[in-house]
């Protein structure tokens, strides 16, 4: 038996289905930036972590290689400029420094003699000439043989200064060799490492061979912040820019930050992202508070500011310039800007947008694109 479906219930589901697809989605919940003017900052951060390095550091190492006989400091020790640090055996250099010191004594006797006699022998000279010339008692040759006499003690007299000369200058060049057996701090600062003990042999590294010094010394008077720029943006930088300095250790940006150095040359260790060396000084002492050689640190130097200006938040933009504002009725529109300043939290806007525009910023979320529907949410 067949059954016929009644008219009715046939219209019904035609309406039905075309009801279904006629049907407008429901507006997608979406989050917006209302545009307003507000501080922009053009900023140039570093592409790699960069570290907190002390103004100064010096790996000393004796002059001449030798057994440790005297460590006067240890690790965390303050030193003074000047300050003998480790001593190297140098005895048998002592002996020779005193050697000479006895032979400058001896030389200046000797001179003391020399000179004695030779002031002797010029009066004596003078009285022989002037018998000759008075009373032609004493004959030319007898004067002339007495003036020779003078002028030759004189130049012995001479002879032995210069030789006290010499042995002081051989007392220099002991003593000198005495200098290359001691590791002397070069400037005040901290010990950081000591790695020399007694009886140990230390020497110095040789050229090219990077070796172990015995100890390695700071100057934590002030601190600077090291940091690779990416060379596109190092271009822009100049020395005496402000910088903020951001430290994994601790919450708060440090921005006493002033660019002291930039490298005169490009790293290419990584080919495809060569560097510049940048170095940040902060001048404040609250900024330097707790602040170790070591620490990772990134940069941010400034290049230019706006008190004021008409700014978007990096998380509403698009590719090439673009945003998705809504209209009157709810509709996602796209359109293009002008840009300004930039860093990596807000863009100026120059052109293209108005005061008081609502820009959509959960722009990863599903279905959000020019003509949806969308419903703001706070």
């Not at 060049?173 to 901290?190: C, N, S």
């Not at 990096?314 to 293009?336: K, P, Q, S």
């Not at 008081?356 to 949410?377: D, I």
Request: charge should be negative; include cysteine; glycine fraction near 8%.
């Amino acid at each position: 038996m067949k059954y016929k479906i009644p008219i009715a219930a046939t219209l019904l589901a035609v309406a039905g289905a075309i009801w279904l697809a006629n049907r407008e989605p429901a507006p997608i919940d979406v989050e917006v930036y209302t545009l307003a003017e507000g501080e922009v900052r053009a900023t140039v951060a570093n592409t790699r972590v960069g570290t907190v390095k002390a103004c100064r550091r010096a790996y000393l190492a004796p002059a001449t290689g030798g057994q440790v006989a005297k460590l006067h400091v240890r690790e965390g020790d303050k030193v003074q400029q000047g300050q003998v640090l480790l001593e190297v055996w140098n005895q048998d250099l002592h002996a020779q420094a005193a050697l000479q010191q006895a032979q400058i004594a001896a030389n200046l006797a000797a001179a003391e003699q020399a000179c004695q006699l030779a002031g002797g022998a010029e009066r004596e000279a003078a009285r022989i000439s002037r018998l000759g010339r008075r009373d032609q008692i004493v004959s030319e040759e007898q004067v002339d043989k007495s003036v020779t006499g003078g002028k030759a003690q004189r130049a012995a007299c001479l002879a032995a200064q210069r030789a006290v000369d010499v042995a002081q200058a051989q007392l220099g060049v002991a003593e000198a060799a005495i200098q290359r057996t001691l590791v002397k701090a070069p400037f005040d600062g901290t010990v950081a490492e000591v790695n020399a003990e007694l009886g140990e042999f230390v020497t110095p590294s040789p050229p090219g061979i990077p070796t172990l010094p015995p100890i390695d010394l700071l100057d934590l008077s002030c601190l600077i912040v090291s940091a690779p720029i990416d060379e596109v943006d190092a271009a822009a930088l100049k020395t005496g820019m402000t910088a903020c300095v951001s430290l994994d250790a601790f919450p708060d940006k440090r921005c006493s930050g002033v660019v002291s150095r930039i490298a005169p040359y490009v790293l290419e260790k990584e080919k495809q992202a060569r560097t510049v060396e940048v170095e940040v000084t902060m001048k404040d002492p609250k900024d330097l508070a707790e602040l170790m050689p070591g620490y990772s640190a990134d940069i941010e130097v400034l290049l230019n500011r706006k008190e004021s200006a008409l700014r978007l938040p990096a998380e509403a933009i698009l590719e090439n310039n673009r945003v998705l504002t809504i209209d009157a009725d709810g509709i996602l529109r796209e359109r293009g800007f002008k840009p300004g300043l930039s860093n990596w939290s807000y863009t100026e806007v120059l052109d293209g947008l108005q005061a008081g525009e609502r820009v959509v910023v959960s722009l990863g979320k599903e279905g959000v694109k020019a003509g949806a529907r969308v419903k703001v949410v706070e």
